[in-house]
């Protein structure tokens, strides 16, 4: 099937829908069949769990079209467990992991015309996401839940593409989508919106969180983890904390950076105030890939990143190379890190 006429290399990280989603009903103690649907809206009670307490949680991944034709997601397994923890944390039904993948799979072969092109710079992000639908008037676990998956084409997360970009230190950590406690999942995200916008506001594209206890610990950003390379381009650093988002991406890149290009990788405690002594500041996630950070603003003066405002810095430039080769079939990733779709 052709391709859907879309000016690939021109959009932007936004919704579009596509022909289908995936939808799978849980009730009465167990989940019914899953089934794909056109239909974009949900109809549920004014009264819902997710409506009225906020009882839901999402994952973000993305599907590639490779040099060769192939369409592939890359480790959708780990989205797959990580859903599942934010399920057992918000005491909704989990997903098997065969179940995710194979709705994964579902959806996308439905939505194939919507995979944008190979080296079009475009990819397939896919929205799985849980909520509870049933109605629940008391502070209580919803009697029953959606679980949803739906796909949209996107480009890059932040304007400009992979142009380095200016943050800012966000005086709101308690906000930060997983700074709140330690969960595990993709949730609380309402409570960024307020700092994410003053940022936006001031020219900034994410706020740096620190650890919301101490404000003395690098967390990560709004939408993504850290990662910082020394000045001797020889190891790669990256915060270690118990309430950040365990990101897949930051998990792959040590990986990537330890085995591929032999750096030194480190994940530790990462103090504010040691972040002026690194050459590179990268945010890395699903939708982020890895975007460079140029500049970070604080109270006390700006953090002028060396790597600079004009480009990538050499060693994050050639993580994302090694990643996305990887995830576009370019590059052999290791075993099991590549799931073919079709
Ligand atoms: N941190 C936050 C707050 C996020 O929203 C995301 C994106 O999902 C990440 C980190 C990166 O995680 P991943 O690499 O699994 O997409
Ligand atoms: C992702 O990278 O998939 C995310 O969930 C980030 C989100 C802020 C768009």
């Given at each position: 099937m052709p391709k859907k006429a879309i000016e690939w290399s021109k959009i932007g990280f936004g919704y579009m829908p596509t022909d289908y989603r995936y939808t799978r009903i849980w009730k009465d103690g167990k989940w019914g069949e899953g089934s794909l649907t056109d239909k974009a809206e949900v109809t549920i009670s004014e009264c819902a769990g997710v409506l009225q307490y906020a009882q839901t949680g999402f994952e973000g991944l993305k599907v590639y079209e490779t040099k060769n034709g192939d369409i592939v997601a890359f480790r959708p397994d780990l989205n797959a467990e990580r859903l599942q923890s934010t399920c057992r944390r918000l005491i909704m039904p989990e997903i098997s992991t065969e179940?995710?993948?194979?709705?994964?799979?579902?959806?996308?072969?439905?939505?194939?015309?919507?995979?944008?092109?190979?080296?079009?710079?475009?990819?397939?992000?896919?929205?799985?996401?849980?909520?509870?639908?049933?109605?629940?008037?008391?502070?209580?676990?919803?009697?029953?839940?959606?679980?949803?998956?739906?796909?949209?084409?996107?480009?890059?997360?932040?304007?400009?593409?992979?142009?380095?970009?200016?943050?800012?230190?966000?005086?709101?950590?308690?906000?930060?989508?997983?700074?709140?406690?330690?969960?595990?999942?993709?949730?609380?995200?309402?409570?960024?919106?307020?700092?994410?916008?003053?940022?936006?506001?001031?020219?900034?594209?994410?706020?740096?969180?620190?650890?919301?206890?101490t404000r003395t610990y690098v967390e990560e950003t709004g939408g993504a983890n850290f990662i910082f390379v020394t000045k001797d381009g020889k190891r790669v650093v990256t915060p270690k904390s118990d309430s950040i988002l365990p990101s897949i991406t930051r998990r792959s890149l040590m990986v990537v950076a330890k085995d591929y290009l032999g750096l030194e990788v480190e994940e530790r405690p990462v103090r504010f105030d040691e972040v002026s002594s690194f050459a590179e500041v990268g945010l890395c996630g699903t939708a982020a890939v890895i975007s460079p950070v140029g500049l970070i603003h604080t109270p006390d003066g700006d953090i002028s990143v060396p790597s600079g405002m004009d480009e990538m810095g050499p060693v994050l430039t050639k993580l994302r190379e090694t990643i996305t080769g990887i995830q576009m079939g370019q590059i052999e990733g290791p075993e099991g890190w590549v799931h073919k779709i079709c």
């Amino acid at each position: 099937m052709p391709k859907k006429a879309i000016e690939w290399s021109k959009i932007g990280f936004g919704y579009m829908p596509t022909d289908y989603r995936y939808t799978r009903i849980w009730k009465d103690g167990k989940w019914g069949e899953g089934s794909l649907t056109d239909k974009a809206e949900v109809t549920i009670s004014e009264c819902a769990g997710v409506l009225q307490y906020a009882q839901t949680g999402f994952e973000g991944l993305k599907v590639y079209e490779t040099k060769n034709g192939d369409i592939v997601a890359f480790r959708p397994d780990l989205n797959a467990e990580r859903l599942q923890s934010t399920c057992r944390r918000l005491i909704m039904p989990e997903i098997s992991t065969e179940d995710f993948l194979s709705a994964l799979d579902e959806l996308v072969k439905a939505n194939l015309d919507w995979v944008p092109p190979f080296g079009s710079g475009a990819t397939l992000y896919i929205r799985p996401f849980i909520y509870g639908c049933g109605p629940v008037i008391g502070v209580a676990p919803s009697p029953s839940y959606e679980f949803r998956m739906f796909c949209t084409p996107v480009g890059p997360y932040f304007k400009g593409g992979v142009r380095p970009i200016k943050i800012m230190l966000s005086d709101y950590d308690r906000a930060a989508p997983h700074g709140t406690g330690n969960i595990k999942a993709g949730l609380n995200y309402a409570m960024s919106l307020y700092p994410g916008e003053y940022a936006h506001k001031l020219g900034y594209s994410e706020n740096m969180y620190l650890d919301a206890a101490t404000r003395t610990y690098v967390e990560e950003t709004g939408g993504a983890n850290f990662i910082f390379v020394t000045k001797d381009g020889k190891r790669v650093v990256t915060p270690k904390s118990d309430s950040i988002l365990p990101s897949i991406t930051r998990r792959s890149l040590m990986v990537v950076a330890k085995d591929y290009l032999g750096l030194e990788v480190e994940e530790r405690p990462v103090r504010f105030d040691e972040v002026s002594s690194f050459a590179e500041v990268g945010l890395c996630g699903t939708a982020a890939v890895i975007s460079p950070v140029g500049l970070i603003h604080t109270p006390d003066g700006d953090i002028s990143v060396p790597s600079g405002m004009d480009e990538m810095g050499p060693v994050l430039t050639k993580l994302r190379e090694t990643i996305t080769g990887i995830q576009m079939g370019q590059i052999e990733g290791p075993e099991g890190w590549v799931h073919k779709i079709c």
